[in-house]
């Protein structure tokens, strides 16, 4: 490679090379003559996009390079926890109150246990501007089961965006949040097989640079499609790593909360040997019940959460069972008709039991009630 050769022509990631050229180094010559680590604290770089300029100035050293853990320590403080709408799920996060930029959360749970419904209400609170403690981004939504449900969506978006109302009045902030502007905030991509999903997972890439406001990733589910296009275990495994591992990368490089919607499978114990698990439940027959996909996939999420509901009370429990800043705990929460709330919030709208705010989008009863019954199930 020409010392004199420009640093424009350099083959780097759009973000990189924004950085780069705004530095004002000219020549790959005048980022030579700085040593790779000085680059990364000049140009505020990520371990990964430093190991990125690293191997196209010097490509025959070492693949790898460090940063002092006060820049990450930095960093991190600057990125925005995305809330769930309710204060007990989000203290499951730690002092991050929120789900955490940077990691990947999985949120598993049996059918209608509430998954869709706060990766929904996700979508919706990643676009909570900053006046308000938000991330003021945008969110997508990859779909795998034909969960989402844009009415619900824009059920949630009404009653955030008459909280956020208030708040911008208060804030003296002009900008107001309307329903119309959160549901143009989300991102819907409808994926039908495995080989979709991993193209979209490395198309991802090229989405967030080409959109920087990009802050929450959903994908609902993980399971799905593996669990019903493989038969060969070896290989779902591979590629579901794989997945998770790209998932990492791009969730550190751009500070995206990535969200893992999963579903639970019965595990036979031979000899009938049960585990006790904060993961797992047991079911009748010496079986029990846990996360779908196996412990590899477990391992490469940095928080998981199980979700349950009890038909008979509609009570709803959140409990973490794996966390590297806080011990296993479960709290509850409710469904309303606006979305995501605390039990204590929830006195009076609970799902099913639709509400006043649905007076929000004008809907008639009779519909609101059949739209009601169908959330129930997903």
């Known amino acids: 490679m020409s010392a004199s050769r420009p640093a424009l022509t350099l083959r780097l990631s759009a973000g990189l090379k924004e950085k ?52 990450k320590l930095e960093q991190e403080a600057n990125w925005a926890p995305i809330t769930t709408s309710s204060k007990a799920l989000d203290s499951l996060f730690g002092s991050s109150q929120g789900v955490p930029p940077g990691k990947i959360t999985e949120i598993c749970g049996l059918a209608g246990s509430g998954k869709t419904q706060i990766g929904l209400q996700l979508c919706i609170n990643a676009q909570i501007p900053s006046y308000a403690g938000g991330a003021g981004g945008t969110a997508i939504f990859v779909d795998t089961e034909g969960s989402f449900i844009a009415r619900r969506a824009a059920q949630m978006a009404a009653a955030c965006s008459e909280r956020l109302g208030h708040l911008a009045q208060s804030a003296g902030d002009t900008t107001i949040a309307t329903t119309d502007s959160l549901m143009q905030g989300i991102q819907y991509c409808r994926v039908h097989s495995p080989v979709e999903l991993i193209a979209m997972a490395r198309m991802l890439n090229g989405i967030v640079q080409l959109n920087s406001k990009t802050k929450l990733i959903v994908i609902d589910s993980i399971a799905f499609l593996f669990r019903s296009n493989f038969s060969d275990v070896n290989t779902r495994t591979k590629l579901v790593t794989a997945l998770g591992r790209q998932l990492m990368t791009l969730a550190r490089e751009y500070a995206i909360a990535i969200v893992i919607m999963n579903h639970m499978t019965t595990k036979v114990e031979s000899h009938q040997v049960q585990r006790a698990s904060g993961m797992s439940e047991h079911s009748s027959g010496g ?12 391992n490469l999420c940095t928080h998981r959460i199980r979700l349950s509901y009890s038909h008979s009370n509609g009570r709803r429990n959140a409990k973490l069972f794996k966390s590297p800043t806080i011990h296993e705990q479960s709290v509850p929460f409710q469904i309303g008709s606006g979305g995501i709330m605390d039990v204590e919030d929830a006195s009076v709208q609970t799902l099913g039991s639709p509400a006043s705010d649905d007076l929000l989008l004008g809907y008639d009863p009779e519909e609101a009630e059949l739209l009601w019954d169908e959330i129930d199930n997903t």
Do not use: F, M
């Open 287 to 298: 079986n029990e019940v846990q996360p779908a996909l196996g412990d590899t996939w477990g």
């Open 20 to 71: 780069v050229l705004r530095s004002g180094y000219c020549t790959v010559a005048d980022l030579r003559s700085v040593p790779i680590v000085d680059l990364a604290a000049e140009l505020k770089l990520s371990p990964e996009q430093a190991r990125e300029l690293s191997h196209q100035l010097h490509p025959a050293s070492v693949s790898w390079v460090s940063v002092a853990a006060i820049q």
